[in-house]
Each structure stands twice: as C-alpha cells, then as structure tokens.
C-alpha cells in the first residue's frame, strides 16, 4: 500500500507517493514569485503553499496511479523550516489522515535529504557521509543507520546556498542566484582575485560562509562599479572556487577522521558542476564510492521525506492532532 508525503518547509510545494523504496510520484512545484524580492519572503511561501498544495497533491497521486482511498499512511516534514509554510503541510496532511485514522508520521527535513539516497535505484546502505549544502543549511552528516544521523560539522554563520545567492546579487544575477552563478563562473578565471580561505586555520569540520561574502563586498567597492561589471565572471568564478574549496576540503577532513566508505551529497547546492567533480576527484582518489541521486532528489522534494518516514516511528490516530511543526532542530544527533 501506497505512502503519501508532503513537503513545505521553504519554497516548494512537494508531494510524493513511494512503495516501499520505489518512487511512484515526485511532484515539485517552485514558488517564481520570491524572484523579485532577491529572497524567500515567509508569508508569500506560505500563501502559495496554501494555493499549491491540492493541486500539487492531486498531480502526485494522478501520475502514481492511485486515489486517497488507497493511500495507507502520510508522512510529511515537520521541521526545521519556515514555520507558517510547515504549518500548511502539516495540517494539510493531517486533514487527510484523519478522516481515515490513518497513521501519521512526522519527519525531519535534514534527515529526508539524507534518505534520498535510500530510495531505488540503487539504494545506498549506512555507513556513509553525506555532504548536505542548500540555502538553508550545510552539515556534514555521518550516516551509520537508516534511522538518523549525526552531526559531524555545520556552517556557524550563511549556509553555503545562501552565501551564493547573496553574492549572485551583488553581481547582479537572478534568484535563486547558484545555477546563474555557476553559468557565469564558467566564463571566468577563478584565480583572478584572491578569496580568504575560510575556516582554514580551524581544526574542526564547521564551516563559515560569511567572510567570503564579506571579502566580495570589499572587491567590488575596490573596484568601482563598471569594473565589476567588467570582472563578473571572474568574481563569480572566484566566489564559486571558494564556496567549493572549503565544502571540499571540510569534506576531506571528515573522511581523515573515519572509516567511511562511501560519500553523498544534498541540498540544492550539490547540483552544482564544479562541486560534484571535486568530491567525484576526492573519492577517486581516496576509492570511496560517490554516490550521486539525480538533481530532483537533491533540491528539496516530497520523495526524500517519503524515504525518511520509512525509518521513522508513526504516530497513530488520534495522537498526532496536537503534534506541532518546529522551525529549528537541535545541534548533534537526529
Ligand atoms: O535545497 P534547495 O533547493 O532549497 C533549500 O534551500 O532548502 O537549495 C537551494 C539553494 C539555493 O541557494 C540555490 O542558489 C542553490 O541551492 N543552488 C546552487 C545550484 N543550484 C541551486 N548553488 C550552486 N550551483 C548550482 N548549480
Ligand atoms: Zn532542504
């Protein structure tokens, strides 16, 4: 019997019906309005989740197949996240579990982009690390069960997404600004001006963000404004190196320190070219597997939350009606 799940924690309404392992569905629908605001604008998410999540509930089940009546359980991410937008997941999969005394089974977002890699084909088996990197968080996973993970090293400051999403601005790219940034960055020299090595001198496995973004500002007011304009694609090109350089090398130091024989990446940021060829180049390397899911499994999805409730305690009818969303989650374990 079918899972149903729903994810609204940002700015994409997700809905997907799995089997078992097996993705039936995986219907993401991206919110263009926050374009013009250069951000995600929390109400406005919240509104189009509210206007979204039907529709895009009813294309997932049409493309798996299947109606409501034969949907067995529904899983839905209850944090971390903005909270108004995880609200209108949350009640809207109560709504639909309810009537049915279905079970319901609150997830963990950061845990559904780990469990992305559990999905067929080609599941991926504990232990592994997994590098996860979007514009809301970066971690270093360490995977030693399906269940959780735990936290070997975060950003102390920007996430790496939203970093790149500040300075994609500054050089006057669209939002979100990475897949522009990364176009760009191709075009330039990426040694051309020199970024501060972040968290160099720093033993550990957190990662900072924003001295880079602080050294960007500094370049550009140098330079004045018609020479930036003329060095874009080296100052995005130069920018992307040290987003990738520091992900890499934190990376790098994680695997030092354990026995970890295969390597994943999550978040929108690991859909980035230059990114995946370096972790593919360090795994090689080191003869890790690098395990890649496709770009859709990367960038929030309702799938990867679906794989995530399959390793997550249910909440049976009626113990769930109270249970509420959570905007951040705890440092450490998951
Ligand atoms: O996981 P995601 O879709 O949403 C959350 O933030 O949770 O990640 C979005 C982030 C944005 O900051 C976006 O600029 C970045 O992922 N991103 C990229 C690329 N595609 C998306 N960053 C670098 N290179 C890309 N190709
Ligand atoms: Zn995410």
Redesign the pocket.
Known sequence: MPLLAIET????TCAAVLDGAAVLSNVISSQVDHARYGGVVPEVASRHHLELAIPVLDAALAEAGTGLGEIDSVAVTAGPGLIGALLVGLSTAKAIAAPRELPLIPTDHLHG?VAANFLEPDPLEPPFLCLI?????TLLAGVTDHRGFEVLGETLDD????A??KA?RMLGLGF????E??RLAATGDPGAFSFPVAMSRDPGLDFSFSGLKTALVYICRDLGESETDDRRADLAAGF?AAVVDQLVTKLGRALDRGDWPAVALG???A???P?RLAVGKLCEERGIHFKQVGREL???NAAMIGSAARFTDPLPYPQYLDFDAFATGPRGSR
């Open positions: 924690s940002c700015d994409d982009h990197a979007s514009g809301g968080h996430a790496a997404g939203e790149i999403d994609a979100p600004g990475g897949p940034l990364e992307q978040g929108g940021v859909a980035n070219g990114l990367c960038t929030d």
